[in-house]
């Protein structure tokens, strides 16, 4: 019996013995698993102690004061984020699907022309600042969410339904995206708008076959209009074209007839002149030169002085030398 009390007893040691061993683990395994943080790099690591801002930590391997005394948040400051309205993605990849159940209430929304329009968008953005993003609001998260929602609906609302569905899409995604960045930095949020990007802007299903009705109907008109255009640039150029030629045409006649009017005048002074000085000989010489013209024109030439008697035999002897 007494051995049996001290194998008892021995035992039991050796279960105390172990027990101090296995909780001494089990403290420095929650102390190394409460206090050694590892911070990505595209992450800072904010640290609290006791609820109050304490510093903020680089990426790498950290240390912070175990068992809850310190606790550290990471903000992913060097990631681009994004939120979507009006739907949600489902599963991103090379088919990104989406999905638009249950956020109805986001995308419509009501224009200045108190028409309804269904606009999907996105917010990219980015965290520059930990600690405003932490401390300055609380659940910056969704408050963003709703400053953006606000901002977009304070913006359609100033447009007509036209406006937000066709041209004016992209003053609206800037002006959103100009406006929400003005709104996080009088929050003083820590974030950053890169990108406001309207995903798809619609009119509500109940009107959407009359709205692509009228849509079609205004494509028709704008082509006609570009036809008539065209037709328009293709005719009225060459007319003016043909005009113009016509014009210089008939300026470069009335030239010619002018300058060749004026020369015959001169012409006819010149010879004027010379004829006073002379009247004789300009007579002769207009007579030689009028005879010479005539001249070369006519074919047979007789020339005979007054005292010809018949100019017959001549006259046969010369055609039968030309029939030879």
Not at 46 to 74: C, H, Q, S, W
Not at 106 to 121: K, Q
């Amino acid at each position: 019996m007494r051995n049996q009390d001290q194998q008892m007893q021995y035992l039991l040691h050796q279960v105390r013995k172990n027990l101090r061993k296995i909780l001494l683990i089990v403290v420095l395994v929650v102390v190394a698993a409460t206090s050694i943080k590892t911070v990505g790099p595209e992450e800072e690591g904010v640290v609290l102690m006791v609820g109050k801002y304490n510093r903020t930590l680089d990426p790498g391997l950290n240390f912070i004061l175990p068992a809850g005394i310190e606790k550290m948040y990471k903000i992913p400051v060097q990631r681009q984020l994004k939120q979507e309205f009006g739907f949600r993605t489902v599963e991103a990849g090379t088919r990104t699907q989406y999905t638009k159940a249950g956020y109805a209430d986001e995308s419509m929304m009501l224009t200045g022309d108190l028409n309804i329009a269904d606009v999907e968008w996105v917010i990219q953005y980015r965290i520059v600042n930990s600690y405003n993003y932490l401390f300055r609001v609380r659940d910056a998260e969704d408050a963003l969410h709703d400053m953006s929602e606000a901002a977009m609906r304070k913006i359609v609302g100033d447009r007509t339904v036209n406006e937000v569905l066709t041209v004016g899409r992209q003053e609206v995604a800037t002006t959103v995206e100009v406006l929400l960045q003005r709104m996080c930095d009088e929050y003083e949020n820590g974030i950053r708008i890169d990108q406001v990007v309207l995903q798809d802007v619609n009119p509500p299903e109940p009107v959407k076959p009359s709205f692509n009705a009228v849509n079609e109907a205004q494509q028709e008109r704008e082509t006609l209009i570009n036809q008539a255009e065209s037709e328009y640039n293709r005719v009225i150029p060459r007319a003016r074209g043909e005009a113009e030629e016509t014009i210089q045409r008939a300026e470069a006649y009335a030239l010619n007839r002018v300058n060749r009017g004026t020369g015959e005048a001169d012409r006819f002074i010149s010879l004027y002149e010379e004829y006073i000085k002379a009247p004789e000989v300009t007579k002769k010489r207009i007579y030689l030169e009028t005879m010479e013209r005539i001249m070369q024109n006519t074919g047979t030439k007789i020339i005979m002085d007054e005292k010809g008697a018949n100019v017959l035999p001549l006259l046969n002897l010369q055609q039968q030398q030309t029939e030879q």
